[in-house]
């Protein structure tokens, strides 16, 4: 960390008085430094831009001091990254200049980390998001996609819910990749408790990464400041299954906003979970991937990672010339004929024909027999 230690106490008091996301604060730290602004704070001083932070944060002012704060979650294993550090993800700074929306927005004033994955190994990640209540074929869908990111070296973010987030973290530790759960409480904490071995095994071996500082509960609005992180951390969100109310929409929002690159797994059509994500590929707000390997060629560098187009299995008669196509389709399935026969149903002169049928015996398509010619089994595949 590199960071100087003022600042940091500065934006660890911050975090406590106030919360995640208020874009208020983003503003005023943008204009006068968390510094100031804390000072301000504490000194119930009335500067106009600090008023009303200074108002909503005097509930919570003669908690615990910065340092304190700082030195209890280290011996929970947690550290606060904040601008400046070494490992501070940069394109976190990318909010600054993102118009707020439900309230929220701007640059957090740090991150609370438990675990050894660095964030500034985040720049080439990838959000995987959409329903709580998702569907089998959802739930696969994103755990499939997710190992395929994962195992290419894309660590995998999403927000440890149940449903979608759920099986995209297990989907990229399947894979062998890292992934990193974004919560609305804080890192120090196990929400939703169903999932304590999933995020203490991330706390071990991926990270746990939050805005709010810790013991923080999670509340609602606090998911709209969480969805902000994990769009702005990552360098595209893929979206697997979301209603048209879903709260996974509000990350794809923030992807949008931020000129990220927004993908969506269609579903089947008559599939409520699937609704949203549908809109937004109606609408072209995001880009239909249906696999890993399609969402690493959004996402990579412009030719790292090309999909071929599907094909259908080329067979042996693909490879013929047109008139030998159109002689070979003349020649009847059950039964032999002449020459003449198949140069009337193929409506092409005679020489051309006999030509055509001596090249399509040779390549193992027809066989003459007594009475004419037949198709051989060649031509059957």
């Given at each position: 960390?590199?960071?100087?230690?003022?600042?940091?106490?500065?934006?660890?008091?911050?975090?406590?008085?106030?919360?995640?996301?208020?874009?208020?604060?983003?503003?005023?730290?943008?204009?006068?430094?968390?510094?100031?602004?804390?000072?301000?704070?504490?000194?119930?001083?009335?500067?106009?831009?600090?008023?009303?932070?200074?108002?909503?944060?005097?509930?919570?002012?003669?908690?615990?001091?910065?340092?304190?704060?700082?030195?209890?979650?280290?011996?929970?294993?947690?550290?606060?990254?904040?601008?400046?550090?070494?490992?501070?993800?940069?394109?976190?700074?990318?909010?600054?200049?993102?118009?707020?929306?439900?309230?929220?927005?701007?640059?957090?004033?740090?991150?609370?980390?438990?675990?050894?994955?660095?964030?500034?190994?985040?720049?080439?990640?990838?959000?995987?998001?959409?329903?709580?209540?998702?569907?089998?074929?959802?739930?696969?869908?994103?755990?499939?996609?997710?190992?395929?990111?994962?195992?290419?070296?894309?660590?995998?973010?999403?927000?440890?819910?149940?449903?979608?987030?759920?099986?995209?973290?297990?989907?990229?530790?399947?894979?062998?990749?890292?992934?990193?759960?974004?919560?609305?409480?804080?890192?120090?904490?196990?929400?939703?408790?169903?999932?304590?071995?999933?995020?203490?095994?991330?706390?071990?071996?991926?990270?746990?990464?939050?805005?709010?500082?810790?013991?923080?509960?999670?509340?609602?609005?606090?998911?709209?400041?969480?969805?902000?992180?994990?769009?702005?951390?990552?360098?595209?969100?893929?979206?697997?299954?979301?209603?048209?109310?879903?709260?996974?929409?509000?990350?794809?929002?923030?992807?949008?906003?931020?000129?990220?690159?927004?993908?969506?797994?269609?579903?089947p059509i008559t599939s409520a979970p699937s609704q949203g994500v549908h809109q937004l590929l109606r609408a072209g707000a995001a880009t239909l991937v249906t696999s890993g390997a399609e969402v690493l060629e959004v996402v990579a560098p412009m030719g790292e990672h090309?999909?071929?187009e599907p094909r259908g299995r080329e067979r042996s008669r693909d490879r013929l010339s047109t008139k030998d196509q159109q002689v070979l389709d003349a020649v009847p399935v059950q039964r032999s004929v002449g020459t003449d026969s198949i140069a009337r149903t193929a409506?092409?002169?005679?020489?051309?024909?006999?030509?055509?049928?001596?090249?399509?015996?040779?390549?193992?398509?027809?066989?003459?027999?007594?009475?004419?010619?037949?198709?051989?089994?060649?031509?059957?595949?």
């Amino acid at each position: 960390m590199s960071a100087p230690e003022a600042e940091r106490l500065a934006r660890v008091g911050l975090s406590l008085l106030t919360e995640p996301g208020d874009p208020r604060v983003a503003a005023v730290v943008g204009e006068v430094g968390a510094q100031a602004l804390y000072a301000n704070v504490l000194q119930q001083r009335a500067d106009r831009p600090s008023r009303e932070i200074r108002d909503d944060a005097a509930s919570r002012t003669g908690g615990k001091d910065p340092a304190g704060e700082l030195a209890d979650a280290a011996r929970a294993g947690l550290r606060f990254v904040v601008p400046g550090d070494t490992e501070w993800p940069d394109q976190l700074d990318d909010l600054a200049h993102v118009p707020v929306l439900q309230q929220r927005g701007g640059p957090p004033l740090g991150l609370w980390v438990k675990g050894p994955l660095r964030l500034d190994a985040l720049a080439r990640s990838v959000a995987v998001v959409g329903s709580r209540s998702a569907t089998t074929y959802g739930a696969d869908a994103a755990a499939e996609l997710a190992a395929v990111v994962a195992r290419a070296g894309c660590p995998v973010v999403s927000g440890a819910a149940f449903g979608i987030d759920q099986a995209a973290h297990r989907g990229a530790l399947g894979g062998g990749g890292q992934t990193v759960a974004v919560l609305a409480c804080g890192a120090d904490r196990i929400y939703p408790q169903a999932h304590r071995d999933l995020l203490e095994h991330l706390a071990r071996e991926g990270a746990v990464v939050s805005e709010t500082a810790p013991g923080g509960a999670p509340m609602r609005i606090r998911f709209l400041s969480r969805n902000r992180i994990i769009a702005a951390l990552t360098s595209g969100t893929v979206l697997v299954e979301a209603a048209v109310r879903s709260g996974a929409l509000n990350t794809a929002n923030w992807a949008s906003r931020l000129q990220r690159p927004l993908m969506g797994v269609p579903g089947p059509i008559t599939s409520a979970p699937s609704q949203g994500v549908h809109q937004l590929l109606r609408a072209g707000a995001a880009t239909l991937v249906t696999s890993g390997a399609e969402v690493l060629e959004v996402v990579a560098p412009m030719g790292e990672h090309v999909v071929e187009e599907p094909r259908g299995r080329e067979r042996s008669r693909d490879r013929l010339s047109t008139k030998d196509q159109q002689v070979l389709d003349a020649v009847p399935v059950q039964r032999s004929v002449g020459t003449d026969s198949i140069a009337r149903t193929a409506g092409l002169a005679m020489l051309t024909v006999a030509s055509a049928l001596d090249r399509l015996r040779a390549g193992g398509f027809v066989e003459r027999v007594e009475d004419g010619w037949r198709l051989a089994a060649l031509a059957h595949e």
